[in-house]
Nanobody, 117 residues
């Protein structure tokens, strides 16, 4: 069974930075997608950034975070990071990590990010 554990959320002032981590355990995959998404109160969950591994990596971002957020991976630690800079009040949400492979998806419990203006 795959487990994902997010961490790194917290309260930060607008313009500040946070780095989220998502540690995966339980299985290894030769190809997979790992995405960061977020959900603010009263809204639907939205895609933030995605990391694709097919023997090579590709990364994409939602327009709302391009130039401010950066995804990276430490394969030795089975960890995906989301570096968030120049945070805005509208970035406030619960951030989730999701791993998808072979038609199955696994989600973490989420980590709260609150940006005060």
């Amino acid at each position: 069974q795959v487990q994902l554990v997010e961490s790194g959320g917290g309260l930060v002032q607008a313009g500040g930075s946070l780095r989220l981590s998502c540690v995966a355990s339980g299985r290894t995959f030769s190809s997979y997608n790992m995405d960061w998404s977020r959900q603010a109160p009263g809204t639907e969950r939205e895609f933030v950034a995605g990391f694709r591994w097919r023997g090579w990596s590709s990364i994409n971002y939602a327009d709302s975070v391009k130039g401010r957020f950066t995804v990276s991976r430490d394969s030795a630690k089975n960890t995906l990071y989301l570096q968030m800079n120049s945070l805005k009040a509208e970035d406030t949400a619960i951030y989730y990590c999701c791993l998808s492979s072979g038609g199955q998806s696994y989600w973490g419990q989420g980590t709260q990010v609150t940006v005060s203006s």
